[in-house]
């Protein structure tokens, strides 16, 4: 009986199909030439999307700085790197696209910055600083420390544009330290804050349809940060019968993460309830947000309907973000407070207090 099943196996094995055809041969220089292309198209979309988060992000840090109280510095909405600030994977993507070597350059400059309205561009080499030169291994970091210690004071920028030298004056602002990063290994339609930074997804980029969407998640997020919804979500777990544990783990879906990842909401009712109206409390906190920034927050509530729709299967998102019609009636009733406002010339300010 074994000999019998080790033939059958020998014969399946000998009737397996195989090609037919003998395709071209492929040289290893070949394949070696189509993986730097590769590399270099996904470095070229990499530093597409942190440049429109970038852009998208700055006018809601800017606009927005008297909400996030001791969370703010100065800044003018630059980005910078040189060739130092890759890892070495991507270096030869950085040099045959960008042209970066040691100096440092201009990265991306944020919309409606300082940076902007002085007329610095993505592209320029810095040359100095008040005075103070930046170039090889550590360069960037030593450009945004210096930033940071000249504070709100002007600062002259002598940077090569095409060959030729110019001279820029550039006077700081100040803006919510909450910076945005992008995960741009996932594929999931997320954003999220940690009480100290707001990551957003490359899933979350594609799904957003126009950059006024995409500063809305933004809004949304920021929001949580400004009003330390995550500290307190920490302070009523420890108030109530968790005794932090899992604290690092419990809050992080429903747009909040005290670790940096998501994960499922805990069992606990009361945990719930306040993220539920948290994100009510962003909803409402962040339209204002946009508003301010210079963005329209009149299809809200229609994004917030499609995410609905996305994440419809989701229990997580279910049990912790408001998805119900309260929900989009209390959206279109901030719009319309908002623009009441607009209209009669009053400050863009949320109602702060119990109702």
Not at 170 to 180: A, H, L
Request: net charge neutral; aromatic share 8%.
């Amino acid at each position: 009986m074994k000999h019998v099943a080790v033939v059958t196996v020998a014969l399946l094995l000998a009737a397996c199909a195989g090609p037919v055809t003998m395709g071209p041969q492929v040289s290893q220089s070949a394949v070696a030439r189509e993986t730097a292309l590769q590399q270099e198209l996904v470095f070229e979309r990499t530093i597409a999307d942190d440049a429109k988060v970038y852009g998208v992000t700055f006018p809601l840090l800017g606009a927005n700085a008297e909400f996030c109280g001791q969370y703010t510095r100065p800044a003018i909405g630059l980005a910078v790197w040189n060739i130092h600030s890759l890892s070495r994977n991507y270096q030869a993507a950085g040099k045959n696209a960008y042209g970066l070597d040691d100096r440092l350059a201009v990265k991306t400059v944020g919309r409606a910055s300082p940076a902007l309205r002085a007329g610095l561009q993505s592209g320029d080499i810095i040359q100095s600083v008040n005075g103070q030169s930046f170039a090889g291994q550590g360069a960037a970091k030593a450009f945004e420390q210096a930033m940071l210690k000249i504070g709100n004071a002007p600062s002259t920028f002598v940077v090569e544009r095409n060959g030729q030298p110019r001279t820029i004056k550039v006077t700081p602002i100040t803006i919510c330290n909450f910076p945005v990063r992008v995960d741009h290994d996932s594929t999931a339609i997320n954003a999220y804050a940690d009480g100290q930074q707001i990551i957003i997804t490359r899933g979350m980029l594609r799904f957003a349809e126009n950059e006024n969407e995409l500063a809305l998640v933004l809004a949304h997020e920021l929001a949580h940060n400004a009003l330390t919804h995550v500290d307190k979500l920490k302070q009523n777990a420890m108030a109530g019968s968790l005794g932090g544990l899992l604290i690092d783990g419990l809050f992080a879906a429903g747009g909040i993460s005290t670790n940096g990842q998501f994960a499922q909401i805990g069992t606990d009712i009361g945990a719930r309830s306040n993220s539920v109206a948290f994100e009510q409390e962003a909803d409402y906190v962040g339209m204002y947000f946009m508003e301010r920034a210079g963005y329209s927050a009149a299809n809200v509530a229609q994004f917030w309907r499609r995410m609905a729709a996305e994440t419809g299967s989701n229990v997580t998102a279910r049990s912790t973000h408001p998805s119900s019609p309260e929900r989009f009636l209390a959206i279109e009733g901030t719009y319309t407070e908002i623009q009441k406002k607009k209209a009669q010339g009053q400050p863009l300010v949320p109602n702060f207090g119990q109702p």
